[in-house]
Nanobody, 125 residues
Framework: QLQLSELGGGSVQPGGSLTLSCVAY????????IGWFRQTPGKERVGIAA????????TYTDPAKGRFHIFKDFARNRVFLQMNGLEPEDTAIYYC??????????????????WGQGTQVNVSS
């Protein structure tokens, strides 16, 4: 069964950087695209970055463009999300999930499944 788990959340000051990991258990990462999403209390979960099954293509939504970088590390069976220039607005619970239907690049939550438990990111001074 596909299992994903997020690692690497924490607290950082504005302008700082953080790298999140999405670990795949029991399956190889080249089977599915992987997306990163985030959610704040009272708001919908929104997609921020995705990488294709092969790892060769990536897509970002506006909040992530120019600041975040997603990539697959097949040797470690992980997907990383490097986040730079973090702002208080980036504070959220971050989730990864597998793109199992539809077009993964559109980052619709309905197209993703096998969600991890999430990891908290706090950006404050």
């Amino acid at each position: 069964q596909l299992q994903l788990s997020e690692l690497g959340g924490g607290s950082v000051q504005p302008g700082g950087s953080l790298t999140l990991s999405c670990v795949a258990y029991g399956w190889d990462l080249d089977r599915y695209p992987i997306g990163w999403f985030r959610q704040t209390p009272g708001k919908e979960r929104v997609g921020i970055a995705a990488v294709s099954a092969s790892g060769s293509r990536t897509t970002y939504t506006d909040p992530a463009k120019g600041r975040f970088h997603i990539f697959k590390d097949f040797a470690r069976n992980r997907v990383f999300l490097q986040m730079n220039g973090l702002e208080p607005e980036d504070t959220a619970i971050y989730y990864c999930a597998a793109g199992v239907r539809g077009s993964y690049a559109q980052l619709r939550t309905d197209d993703y499944d096998n969600w991890g438990q999430g990891t908290q990111v706090n950006v404050s001074s």
